[in-house]
């Protein structure tokens, strides 16, 4: 499946290139035939403006000798007018004329044939108005009548009509290229215009395909992630009934090793003290020193047994069974100020937890008072007890040195195994504490059926 999504990508990838360089492509043809195309148009616009210049030349010869002639046959100064303007226009536009061909060599050939027969028919025409103005009416006549200036007109248009025709070749031609060349862009943009349409085609499937994987493959990671939970949940029922089962196994220890206690030890101890009696009847009058050491052997039975007492009081809470947690909260609260001489503040209220969860409540103030004996160094402890909504909410606070819950968590297996042991019974804890601002250690346990149901 793997191998077949990169596949998919790679042909995909392909895709988007493949319709990029068709696109330059048609921008690379559309403007090589734009250039192409203006470079004739312009071609045949200068074309255009020669055969207008040939035509000119044409004209001006015309109107030059219909002026000359005018004048030779009235006398007339009016008739000189077209005559000169004609006259002088006619060398700028030959002018023109062979610079536009003069990169031809046919073409240039037949231009210098023009000018020359040009300047001659000119220096004719001038010749009969210099004659005509010297009174020299014969000469001028004479050369009126003659055939020169007829002979050299026609050659002029012989000439210009053969550089016509050839011109007109050369715009047929530039016609042809601007036809050959608006045909293969045709060619060229409905070529490119189907390979982008595949290219996007192929894209589009690709695409189609890539969303169907992608779709399997959340759907692969959404089953494993449903088995990932499911598997974890297990887990969790199993480390929660594991937890149940060490903790009951940890109690039922604490139960055995208490009744020993108080069994074995209790005897002993009350068999010692019994002793010390009898040994302090049978001495009689004895001497201060006696008198004192059997004291002190005395003292140390009564702390032994006081010992002995405090020792199965914390492995099982006696008072726990027979009072109830608020009555065994109460004393744990005030041995606890006793012994640390730090004045513990106690709001409890009559709520009933599960029978499972006292214990656990009960753990949880113990190894809360114990931890701030240790490290807190605290001048006041409050613990309460309430119920907030369907739970028992019990709290632990100091107004000690506090500590930083997060940098301590990796190490604070007490509060790990508080954390456990409330939530094996259904609850939840909290933690709350910055350094300087003491500490709050809170827990929601279930109430008891009856209790919840009120």
Do not use: C
């Amino acid at each position: 499946m793997r191998f077949g999504l990169v596949s998919r990508l790679r042909r995909s990838v392909l895709a988007l290139p493949l319709a990029a360089a068709a696109a330059l492509v048609i921008l690379f043809i559309n403007e090589l035939a734009y250039s192409d195309s203006v470079a004739s148009l312009d071609q045949l616009g200068i074309r255009g403006s020669a055969r207008v210049d040939l035509q000119t030349l044409r004209g001006a010869l015309v109107d030059a000798e219909t002026g000359e002639r005018g004048y030779l046959l009235t006398g007339r100064k009016e008739y000189l007018q077209p005559y000169e303007n004609a006259a002088a226009s006619i060398p700028p536009t030959v002018q023109r004329l062979k610079s536009y061909f003069a990169g031809d060599a046919a073409a240039t050939q037949l231009m210098e044939a023009i000018s020359t027969t040009v300047d001659q028919r000119l220096s004719d025409l001038q010749t009969a108005v210099r004659l005509y103005d010297e009174g020299r009416h014969e000469a001028w006549h004479e050369l009126l009548m003659s055939n020169i200036g007829l002979d050299k007109m026609q050659r002029i248009r012989s000439l210009g009509q053969q550089l016509l025709d050839y011109e007109s070749q050369l715009i047929r031609a530039d016609r042809g290229d601007v036809y050959e060349t608006l045909r293969l862009q045709r060619i060229g943009v409905n070529a490119m215009t189907a390979l982008s349409l595949l290219a996007l085609i192929l894209f589009l499937r690709q695409t189609a395909n890539f969303d169907e994987v992608q779709r399997q493959h959340a759907l692969a990671l959404q089953a494993e992630k449903d088995h990932l939970e499911t598997e974890v949940a297990r887990r969790t029922r199993d480390l929660t009934d594991l937890a149940n089962y060490l903790q009951t196994a940890r109690e039922d220890e604490r139960s055995r090793l208490a009744r020993e206690l108080h069994d074995e030890l209790g005897a002993l101890l009350t068999a010692a003290k019994l002793d010390a009696a009898r040994l302090k009847r049978s001495l009689g009058t004895m001497t201060p020193e006696s008198e004192a050491r059997l004291k002190h052997l005395n003292d140390t039975i009564n702390d032994g047994i006081g010992l002995k007492r405090r020792i199965i009081e914390d492995l099982r809470p006696s008072s726990l069974s027979n009072l109830g947690l608020v009555a065994a909260l109460e004393i744990q609260a005030r041995e606890f100020s006793q012994r640390s001489e730090i004045p513990v503040q106690v709001e409890l209220d009559g709520v009933t937890v599960q029978d499972s969860a006292q214990i656990t409540a009960f753990r949880l103030v113990q190894e809360s008072l114990t931890n701030i004996a240790k490290y807190a160094a605290a001048r006041h402890v409050t613990v309460t007890l309430a119920r907030d909504g369907d739970r028992a909410r019990i709290a632990v606070k100091d107004d000690g040195r506090g500590f930083d819950p997060d940098a301590v968590r990796g190490t604070a297996h007490g509060l790990m195994g508080m954390r456990y042991r409330v939530e094996s019974q259904g609850g939840a804890m909290r933690v709350q504490s910055r350094p300087g601002a003491g500490t709050t250690i809170e827990a929601w346990l279930p109430l008891a059926a009856e209790t919840a149901a009120a």
